[in-house]
């Protein structure tokens, strides 16, 4: 009996090998998904902190003016751009392509930024 069993195990293993390669991977349900990125970028005595944020594609960046005066976030190249942020208002942009977005403020184009989006 011994020996009748071991040969049905040495039989039955390799079918179930066979059967677990067949079915492939397993699915990824919305689950298992990571959260939206996302970052913020404080707008403060004259200056965007930090100066340079990184983030990955899908991410939303937004930046909160905590200055005392009123301040925008405008992209040198066109893609986005703010109406005049009031003390703790807020603005947000979602970047859907990797690349790198330099941005300023202006009413203060000295005030600069950069967003990598990677």
Known sequence: MTRKLVWVAGLAMPVMIALL?????????????????????????????PQTVTVPVGATVTWVNRDDIPHTVVSTDGVFKSKVRDTDETFSYTFTKAGTYPYFCSVHPKMTGKVVVQ
């Open 21 to 49: 390669l067949l079915a492939g991977p397993p699915s990824v349900t919305a689950a298992d998904q990571p959260a939206a990125a996302t970052a913020e970028v404080k707008i403060d005595n004259f200056s965007f902190g």
